[in-house]
């Protein structure tokens, strides 16, 4: 067993699914944070444990050639990106042997049919949702984001995977704060007003959303803000209120007060009108997510004529970007305002052939499949725990041809799939997509048919 603080040089033969440099120390694993894959370290044993290490770098004897200089000041103690450090086209490939193995490992496939990633045209910038939580210290008041697992606020001006607007309008909003002496929100205490300021933006259209999160109905001297920063951004045609007054660290509340605009931004996906309300999921690449879909509707194969089932549907943008000429579309989704946004993005884009229905996706499959629902194809998109295998039990029962799987987590991904091989269904193939540069997260959509 490695001693704790003992220096070790190492080799880091990969990097795993969470951005962990890997290698060995006297035969036992070891995660070295941001060790590279090639790159030989001197480090040093910061946890031993009996089956792992934790190694901190202390010094990068020879780098790898997959290393790329950090271009973020805040890289090491913000918990977003991983990937910094590495170039875009190495962490495809680690992202892509990360779906691999999980087929492989956990999924128990031997010769699973992996396509090859479908990679970002650009890293920077591509994010079209922020949250960042605020702190007055002693009347100076700024935004940031959450050191990587704690709540301690790191303050960062300018994030490379937000829009430059975004950066403007937080600098904007701290100025206002900060003049007139808004309290911060004090997760321990549960005391003061504001929590988050969160913003949006409707790429097609150029549209943006500012969203405060509040624990009061009122903030003083909102008015103000309202006029300054809609003077400041003509971008800006939402401006929304969302009251949190819950000592939780849950970040939106369900109440939304609206208080310039009509409290929604509208974006085009796939050439769909979609809505975007502060409460309701929306992809946060749109461009990748664009491909996304397209991956899926390639897999959904010809609609015409057929009735599609898309389960976990938020509001409702995969079936209505891939399902034009379906037969009849039903969407599934367990928040009542994604719901009420899908059913309007039906009507925005003249879709009568929809039904959307407010439910946990497990029983409304279930009433679906009582009341004899034909699916010829069921889309499913579920957040990372993935689905149930009771699900999984009543997707067989439909008749369909095709499950079309699309999934944020590869683990979950792989596990479910292996349960759908007991109901005769197998996964014909899967593609990666990376959705989420720079981070440690990787998309994947996978088709399985009986
Ligand atoms: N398909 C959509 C949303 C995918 S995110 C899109 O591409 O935009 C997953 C969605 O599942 C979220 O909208 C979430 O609210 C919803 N969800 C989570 N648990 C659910 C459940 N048990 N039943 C139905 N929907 C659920």
Redesign the pocket.
């Known amino acids: 067993m490695a001693e704790k603080n003992s220096c070790h040089k190492v080799n880091i033969d990969s990097i795993n699914s969470s951005g962990f440099g890997v290698c060995r120390v006297d035969g036992v694993v070891c995660f070295v944070a941001g060790g590279v894959t090639g790159d030989e370290l001197e480090i040093k044993i910061i946890k031993s444990k009996k089956n792992y290490n934790i190694g901190k770098i202390e010094k990068i004897i020879t780098p790898s050639p997959k290393r790329q200089e950090n271009d973020c000041s805040v890289f090491k103690k913000c918990g977003g990106c991983v990937y910094r450090h590495v170039k875009y086209s190495d962490e495809i490939k680690i992202k892509e042997t990360g779906v691999r193995d999980a087929f492989e490992r956990i999924g128990h496939f031997e010769n699973i049919n992996l396509k090859p990633i479908i990679s970002a045209d650009s890293s920077l910038r591509y994010r079209n949702k922020a949250q960042y939580p605020v702190k007055n210290e002693n009347g100076k008041f700024y935004a940031g984001f959450f050191a990587s697992r704690t709540h301690e606020i790191i303050p960062c001006d300018d994030c490379l995977l937000q829009p430059e607007i975004f950066s403007e309008i937080v600098k904007e909003v701290c100025a206002w704060a900060e003049k007139n002496n808004i309290s911060s929100f004090d997760e321990r205490t549960g005391k003061g007003t504001l929590r988050h300021i969160y913003l949006r933006i409707a790429e097609a259209t150029n549209e943006v959303m500012l969203t405060l999160v509040s624990t009061q109905k009122k903030i003083k001297n909102q008015d103000e803000l309202v006029k300054t920063m809609t003077e400041k951004f003509p971008e800006i045609k939402s401006i929304v209120l969302n009251i949190n007054p819950e000592k939780t660290n849950v970040i939106l509340g369900k109440k939304c007060i609206n208080l310039y605009g009509k409290g929604y931004i509208t974006d085009i996906l796939c050439g769909t009108k979609i809505k975007i309300s502060p409460l309701?999921?929306?992809?946060v690449n749109r461009l990748q997510?664009q491909k996304?879909?397209e991956k899926a509707k390639e897999y959904m194969g010809d609609v015409k004529g057929k009735n599609v089932i898309?389960?976990?549907?938020?509001?409702?943008?995969?079936?209505l970007c891939t399902a034009k000429d379906a037969e009849r579309l039903i969407g599934?989704?367990?928040?009542p305002e994604?719901i009420a946004d899908a059913k309007e993005n039906a009507e925005l884009n003249g879709r009568e052939n929809t039904e959307f229905i407010c439910?946990?996706?497990?029983?409304?499959a279930e009433v679906l499949k009582e009341k004899n629902i034909k699916a010829d194809i069921i889309?499913v998109?579920?957040?990372r725990k993935g689905l149930t295998p009771k699900l999984i039990e009543t997707i067989s029962e439909f008749n369909s041809e095709r499950v079309v799987y699309?999934s944020?987590d590869p683990a979950t991904l792989a596990r479910d799939c292996e349960i759908f091989k007991n109901y005769n269904f197998n996964v014909i193939e899967a593609t990666p997509v990376d959705l989420f540069p720079r981070t440690a997260h990787c998309e994947t959509v996978a088709l399985i048919k009986r």
């Open positions: 309701s999921f929306y992809q997510a996304l879909y898309d389960l976990y549907c938020g509001t409702g943008t995969i079936g599934v989704e367990i928040i994604a439910g946990d996706a497990e029983k409304a889309i998109d579920p957040p699309v944020c």
